[in-house]
């Protein structure tokens, strides 16, 4: 990186961000209290539509996108259709060469049904609500960092593109084509995750991918002709507990996660559907499972009378620390240098959208949103003074960028 920036070059905008706080936080909060899980499509649309009217004052192209629907294998061992939420794109300035990517997810993982609703203040001073951290916070940390951002006359060096899906907690396969197109036009992808409460950032994450495993058998009356019947549930049964010893052999971690099947209790069960979840570190890991999956069902494909099929990949490919996210590591602790805010880094088995674009070949760092904690429980919560501070962070890398283009 270039030797980054005068004082004057962000003094101004800093200084503004400063005054924020109080209007982020209730921005924040406003979300917050509208529930927007993955499938509550009312929810989503006034999210949409006050994320639209936020993200106009920052004067680009802006555009609803419709969702592809999800593929899933249901109950009957049937594929299966679902229709998503739209998707927000912002783009400004897209005839620079160097473009930057914004992105962070607008669904939460609390259903309509679920009894974590509203905002509510903790003795501590946080905010306990769903989503304040995942990615409420984030969504208007990237606003305001953005607003700021374009008050610099060193704005006009560079583009952006703002992506909020609205599939993330679900592993975005109604958004992941736009992933894999902008990704091929940006040069560096900032998200906007929560940090850790104490404000480490993630900086490589595991791979994750969900299997779906259906055995047909053939069912009979468990008096009359048993020995007619095929059983689907054991069979499913002994490939899941083949699965699950895996976990013995490697880093690699398997979760057999759900299991149905069978009916009354005199009949053979001719149904059976098992549902994996594997981590996995490496590219190497990642071909070896593929592998084992691949012969555990020719396996078990060979047993009279029953037939398996499996379904579903590796839809978040490992995200390891490339070079091009140790550059940018290495920026964002010039800047946080400037702020005199500490920078820590450690790795997580979860992944992201991060691992997406990392996957599609954009170096990222996906942890830019305030600190919280307590994600996907009752108890998540944000840190209301991290807000601007980590707008201010990401102004500033913002503005380094702009500053050597
Ligand atoms: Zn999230």
């Given at each position: 990186m270039n030797s980054l920036l005068n004082e004057?070059?962000?003094?101004?905008?800093?200084?503004?961000?400063?005054?924020?706080?109080?209007?982020?936080?209730?921005?924040?909060?406003?979300?917050?209290?509208?529930?927007?899980?993955?499938?509550?499509?009312?929810?989503?649309?006034?999210?949409?539509?006050?994320?639209?009217?936020?993200?106009?004052k920052l004067g680009g192209d802006l555009s609803i996108l419709e969702s592809r629907p999800q593929s899933s294998i249901n109950s009957a061992?049937?594929?299966?259709?679902r229709a998503l939420g739209d998707i927000l794109h912002i783009s400004k300035r897209s005839a620079t060469k160097k473009k930057i990517l914004l992105c962070i997810h607008m669904d939460t993982v609390?259903?309509?049904?679920?009894?974590?609703?509203?905002?509510?203040?903790?003795?501590?001073?946080?905010?306990?609500?769903?989503?304040?951290?995942?990615?409420?916070?984030?969504?208007?940390?990237?606003?305001?960092?953005?607003?700021?951002?374009?008050?610099?006359?060193?704005?006009?060096?560079?583009?952006?593109?703002?992506?909020?899906?609205?599939d993330e907690e679900i592993g975005s396969p109604g958004s992941v084509h736009l992933i894999d197109e902008i990704a091929q036009r940006c040069s560096a992808g900032l998200l906007f995750e929560p940090a850790l409460p104490d404000g480490t950032l993630v900086s490589w994450r595991k791979g994750s991918g969900n299997f779906t495993f259906v055995a047909h058998g053939k069912a009979a009356h468990s008096g009359r002709e048993f020995e007619k019947g095929r059983n689907a549930i054991v069979a499913m049964a002994k490939l899941m507990a083949t699965i699950d010893q895996l976990n013995s052999t490697s880093e690699i971690t398997y979760n057999v996660g759900n299991f149905q099947g069978g009916g009354a209790l005199n009949v053979v069960p001719d149904l059976a559907i098992g549902r994996v979840n594997v981590r996995i570190k490496t590219v190497e890991q990642q071909n070896q499972v593929e592998q084992q999956f691949a012969d555990l069902v020719s396996l078990a494909n060979q047993s009279d009378g029953i037939s398996l099929e499996m379904h579903g990949q590796f839809s978040s490919p490992p995200k390891p620390i490339s070079p091009g996210v140790a550059e940018l590591q290495l920026r964002i602790k010039k800047c946080a240098e400037i702020l005199d805010q500490p920078i820590s880094w450690r790795g997580t088995g979860g992944a992201s959208d991060g691992n997406k674009f990392a996957a599609a070949g954009l170096p990222n760092i996906d942890t830019l949103g305030p600190r919280g904690g307590n994600i996907h429980s009752m108890d998540e919560y944000l840190i209301p003074e991290s807000l601007a501070p980590s707008a201010k962070l990401v102004t500033l890398i913002l503005l380094s960028f702009a500053n050597e283009a």
């Open positions: 004057s070059d962000w003094r101004h905008e800093l200084d503004w961000l400063d005054e924020q706080g109080d209007a982020m936080l209730q921005l924040v909060e406003k979300l917050a209290n509208i529930n927007s899980g993955t499938f509550c499509f009312d929810g989503l649309k006034i999210v949409e539509s006050c994320l639209t009217h936020e993200f106009s061992g049937k594929m299966e259709q609390y259903s309509k049904e679920h009894p974590f609703q509203k905002c509510q203040w903790l003795e501590n001073g946080y905010l306990n609500g769903p989503g304040v951290a995942d990615a409420k916070g984030g969504l208007i940390v990237m606003l305001y960092a953005l607003l700021a951002f374009e008050k610099s006359p060193l704005a006009t060096n560079i583009g952006w593109e703002v992506l909020i899906n609205p």
